[in-house]
């Protein structure tokens, strides 16, 4: 018995050790991730983190040993009201820390909202909006007791149309994701909770992404998939928005499912050690996504600081850490600093925004049951009593849903007008297509939002809400109509053809017709799209609707309610096509505010945040959706490099239907007077210096006696499944510490330099010791000022979108990238300035050899316009 009891602490490190060995082994030919160790440990001087260091300094000194690993592990899946919580510190008067999903909204919650996602928000092009957002969503989340909430999303960044959780997301354009992340972020954490950016790195598909979920749908693997990515496409695309993050101060990243160069993105030290916090500067925690920890000591000194849900598969009551990392640090196999470090991050999160140890706002919601009282436990099924308060986060006199119905009219794209818009007191209205009306089965009849039913408003998944309610759009056109004297007659089955063409050949007839495509997280298959999109065509018939519909009706418009772009190819060009809308995913108001469009009250501005190409082949880079490596984990090349969307239809001269940054308004604009201020700044020095050594608050500072580790009996009641800091034997730490099935100690299974403790070398692109982190502060040096004259030249007021395209100019360059853009209100016959900062990061290519931003000679042209392909005015900067 007690044999077995210690091999069971063992085994996790044991499995660490095998895993890294057979990692090692097996692996020769592919694509494989440098080591990177030792793992960096908090800087005490990091700008905008001295004070949250301090007080962290001042809470952790205190803490015992069992009370450091509760902080760094969930108490298992279902363990507590929220998705993912730590251990509590009673005696320091600190409650378990809640996350939280999602990125728009309270997951689980009631009395909350319902957000437009992040890809929706993206198309505003609306700095301003984007933090209102991220203010709100992150106010109902502290609201509800939530510590961090677990968004927003950068990875995916949507390599691919089709990624089934690109909607979470922003855009596939990496500077436009940077902005919108940032400002997201700069919201939530004002509102007083942790942000966390995620799916760190390169989560760009759903398929394979989790062996658990593969098997069952008949891919026989063994291991996630991987993602195999070089360095320049690295730092050029997929790390560049979780830079801005960093550099926007964001408290925690979530380490994603996926491989990258086949090292787990939990465990990869190149990733989390190298470029997160020491290229980066991170100063915040890592945790893992759910299940996405698959060693213990391993990632431990890789860089993961938090392990949830704490199990190692949901509800085992089995962790890789907890008493495993008790032991760990006992048997001397993680050292000490590596544990106060993670407990120094956490709590510095914690602290940076503005929460109090004695002052935690309540947890007064339960992820896992509406029930006003419950099991406070849920897997256990114990401690019951109220766990639901019903608190309404909504914010005053419905603040939130009119900030909903405002973000979401303000990020719809007018993609095409012949006039039809905006409608004035049309006589007669046919309202077309189930997208138009309820589902059937209640808003939030299906769990997670996994189905397809009535408007489509978020995709599916854990990046969901509970609608506190859902205004259709035939809600709002009815209202409208009532008051503007109009007659309105809906079909909302797809199918009722018959029906369908005698409503819309009546004469005068406006036919609106809904559409949509959706698509979501990966553990839920909705109609044969597991997670990501089986193809980008219309779900429900949507296309045969819209040719059958404008066969008929002369005046046909079309609005679409989708996760990404559609195949609008065999349509959008016919004559009786006489407008469409891409209304994204809006949320909870999207009837108010797609009729707030449609008749004009708020005129269009909204861009496109990703291309809408004629065919699926146009976009170059596929999701990989067969096993390529037998049983193994699947490889997929990213061998498209930083040429993905826009970046590959311009290098190939492929004509997209809708480019990136497309979008019409209801006036007309021009653009005058591009000028370009050059500005003085000096040379671009690396970064040279190293850190100070490893320090540890309370050194040596713990029994090594493992009586003193065990469960504190009589002290509070054993829950079942519960994952505890404890020990449940007194064998030897020494016997604890050896490798039965290599006879080997730490030392030999670690990789060399992991558990050093001496001063390390900063990155030449990294920050220096007092500067903020997100890297070298000099790359945020403006070099140029570029500017333009945006003039109204129509007759109603409206907001324009300028943006700013830089050609880098060098033969391996994009034709044109995305370097700046605003959002402007200007009056009918107004002039309004549009300026934008170039930096020298804007500016740069990664340079593989000397590991850092390099500006090349090349010549580069700057471009200002409405959009990528509509690059009106041009500069060249000397
Ligand atoms: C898995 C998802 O990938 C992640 O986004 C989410 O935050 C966690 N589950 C928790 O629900």
Not at 412 to 418: A, D, I, Q, S, W
Not at 744 to 759: K, Q, R
Request: with cysteine; hydrophobic share 35%; charged share 20%.
């Amino acid at each position: 018995m007690k044999l077995r009891t210690t091999l069971c602490f063992l085994l996790p490190i044991v499995k660490s050790a095998l895993s890294y060995k057979t990692q090692l082994h097996q692996r020769d030919d592919l694509a494989s991730s440098p080591p990177y160790y030792p793992s960096p440990w908090m800087n005490p001087k990091a700008l905008g983190w001295e004070e949250a260091y301090k007080q962290a300094k001042d809470f952790v000194s205190q803490l015992t040993l069992p009370e450091k690993v509760n902080l760094t592990t969930g108490t298992g899946w279902q363990g507590e009201q929220c998705v993912g919580q730590v251990g509590s510190i009673p005696r320091m008067n600190l409650s378990a820390l809640c996350m939280q999903d999602s990125p728009l909204g309270v997951r689980f919650g009631d009395y909350s909202s319902a957000f437009s996602s992040g890809q929706t928000i993206a198309a505003s092009f609306d700095r301003d909006l984007m933090r209102r957002r991220g203010e709100a969503i992150g106010a109902e989340h502290r609201g509800k007791g939530v510590t961090v909430m677990l968004g927003p999303v950068a990875g995916p960044i949507g390599r691919t149309p089709d990624g089934g959780r690109n909607w979470e997301g922003f855009s596939p354009d990496p500077w436009l994701t940077g902005e919108a992340i940032a400002h997201t972020i700069v919201g939530v954490q004002n509102a007083g909770v942790v942000a966390c950016a995620k799916h760190y790195i390169a989560n760009e598909q759903e398929h394979f992404r989790q062996v658990g979920e593969s098997q069952p749908r008949g891919y026989n693997i063994t291991e996630s998939m991987s993602s195999n990515i070089d360095d320049k496409t690295m730092h050029e695309l997929y790390l560049w928005p979780f830079a801005d993050a960093v550099r926007a101060g964001v408290g925690s990243v979530m380490c994603s499912y996926n491989q990258v160069n086949n090292s787990y993105a939990c465990q990869n030290s190149k990733l989390l050690n190298g470029l997160l916090k020491s290229e980066l500067g991170f100063q915040g925690f890592v945790m893992s996504d759910w299940q996405a920890q698959h060693t213990g000591v391993a990632s431990a000194v890789a860089g993961l600081d938090m392990s949830m849900p704490g199990d190692t598969e949901f509800s085992s009551g089995k962790s890789f850490w907890g008493t495993n990392l008790t032991l760990a640090v006992l048997n001397g196999t993680l050292p000490e600093y590596r544990l106060d470090d993670m407990a120094m991050r956490i709590m510095a999160a914690f602290f940076k925004v503005g929460f109090k140890v004695n002052e935690q706002p309540k947890i007064n919601f339960d992820s896992w049951t509406l029930d006003t009282f419950g099991p406070l436990y849920y897997s256990a099924n114990e401690g019951h009593q109220q766990i639901n308060w019903h608190v309404d986060v909504r914010g005053e006199n419905g603040e939130h849903g009119k900030l909903i119905r405002e973000s979401a009219a303000k990020s719809t794209v007018l993609l095409k007008n012949e006039g039809a818009l905006p409608l004035k007191k049309p006589k007669f209205l046919a309202v077309i297509g189930e997208d138009a009306g309820p589902s059937g089965w209640g808003p939030n009849g299906c769990d997670d939002r996994g189905c397809n039913a009535g408007t489509l408003a978020m995709g599916w998944g854990s990046g969901t809400a509970n609608f506190p309610y859902l205004i259709t759009p035939l809600d709002a056109l009815n209202f409208r109509a009532a008051d503007d004297g109009t007659r309105v007659e809906a079909v909302l089955n797809n199918s009722a053809t018959t029906q369908i063409e005698k409503l819309v050949a009546q004469e005068s007839a406006t036919a609106l017709v809904f559409v949509n495509a959706n698509s979501g997280e990966g553990y839920i298959d909705v109609d044969g799209n597991e997670g990501d999109r089986k193809n980008l065509t219309l779900w429900a018939n949507g296309d045969e609707l819209i040719k059958n519909v404008s066969s008929i009706c002369n005046n046909t418009i079309v609005i679409i309610h989708s996760v990404g772009p559609t195949l609008v190819t065999d349509w959008y060009n016919s004559p009786n096509v006489t407008a469409i809308l891409w209304a994204g995913l809006p949320g909870e108001e999207s009837g108010r505010s797609i009729v707030d469009v449609l008749y004009g009250d708020v005129n269009p501005a909204a861009r496109t945040p990703f291309t809408w190409g004629g065919k699926q082949e146009d976009y170059g880079a596929e999701i990989l959706s067969e096993l390529n490596n037998g049983e193994g984990a699947p490889q997929l090349e990213f061998s498209e490099g930083v040429f993905i969307d826009y970046r590959y239809f311009d290098k190939k001269n492929i004509t997209p239907i809708y480019e990136f940054g497309f979008g019409l308004s209801y006036t007309t604009f021009e653009y005058s007077d591009i000028a370009i201020e050059k500005q003085e700044v000096g040379n671009y020095t690396p970064t040279t210096g190293e850190t100070a050594e490893a320090p540890t608050f309370n050194p040596g500072n713990f029994s090594t006696d493992l009586a003193d580790y065990l469960f504190p009996n009589g002290s509070f009641p054993y829950i079942s499944r519960y994952i505890y800091p404890y020990v449940n034997t007194t064998a030897s730490a020494a016997e604890a510490s050896q490798d039965p099935f290599y006879g080997s100690t730490a030392e030999e299974f670690l990789p060399s330099n992991a558990i050093a403790s001496s001063p390390q070398p900063l990155e030449p692109a990294g920050p220096g010791l007092s500067d903020e982190p997100g890297g070298n502060p000099q790359l945020w040096d403006v070099l140029y000022t570029v500017s333009a004259k945006i003039t109204n030249t129509g007759d109603l007021k409206g907001d324009e979108v300028p943006q700013l395209y830089v050609s880098f100019g060098g033969p391996d360059d994009p034709p044109v990238v995305l370097r700046g853009f605003d959002r402007l209100a200007v009056e009918p016959g107004q002039t309004v300035e549009f300026r934008a900062n170039l930096t020298r990061r804007d500016l740069s290519n990664w340079d593989t050899e000397s590991q850092n931003w390099v500006v090349r000679d090349h010549v580069k042209t700057v471009y200002v316009g409405p959009s990528s392909r509509k690059l009106t005015l041009k500069a060249t900067l000397d």
